[in-house]
């Protein structure tokens, strides 16, 4: 995505094409806020460790489809930043609480902070087995899905 700058340079119809760009991007994953909302706090997939497996055999976690959907979608789209360690590494985020903080004082400016914490847990998911599932159960998903909608709400009103 785009990074935005401001300063003399920026005009209203360059921000503007911006927030259209990621409104354009954004209001698909939109869909999912709900159940993402619903189940927060809750646990979202089960261990399989039946039919065939022995005692000795790892047991891997089973997703919700509507999760794994939303995780395929967003995957999808240029929000995914593939150096999200970076992200973590120069604003030091190393706790849920410092995801929550940070996400709840991003501007337009931080969007590539929302970015980051957002592909996190979408890509480093296909790695860690559970890090879905916390991202729901902890609420960062939701949390990064309204700022996102809130920040391309206030610009939107304020470029008309």
Not at 73 to 98: C, G, K, S
Request: no cysteine; net charge positive; proline share 2%.
């Amino acid at each position: 995505m785009k990074k935005v700058k401001y300063g003399m340079e920026q005009n209203r119809e360059n921000r503007q094409q911006v927030i259209q760009e990621y409104k354009a991007v954004v209001e698909p994953l939109l869909r999912y806020l709900p159940w993402l909302e619903k189940n927060a706090g809750r646990g979202v997939s089960y261990n399989y460790q039946g039919q065939g497996l022995s005692k000795s055999s790892i047991s891997f976690p089973v997703y919700d489809g509507t999760l794994l959907n939303f995780v395929k979608e967003a995957e999808a789209t240029p929000l995914m930043n593939r150096n999200y360690a970076y992200v973590y590494t120069r604003n030091r985020i190393r706790n849920h609480e410092d995801e929550r903080r940070l996400i709840a004082a991003a501007q337009l400016t931080e969007w590539d902070i929302l970015e980051g914490i957002l592909s996190k847990y979408v890509l480093e998911g296909r790695r860690k087995a559970n890090l879905w599932g916390e991202a729901v159960r902890e609420s960062i998903f939701v949390l990064v899905l309204r700022k996102m909608r809130q920040i391309i709400e206030y610009w939107d009103r304020a470029g008309k």
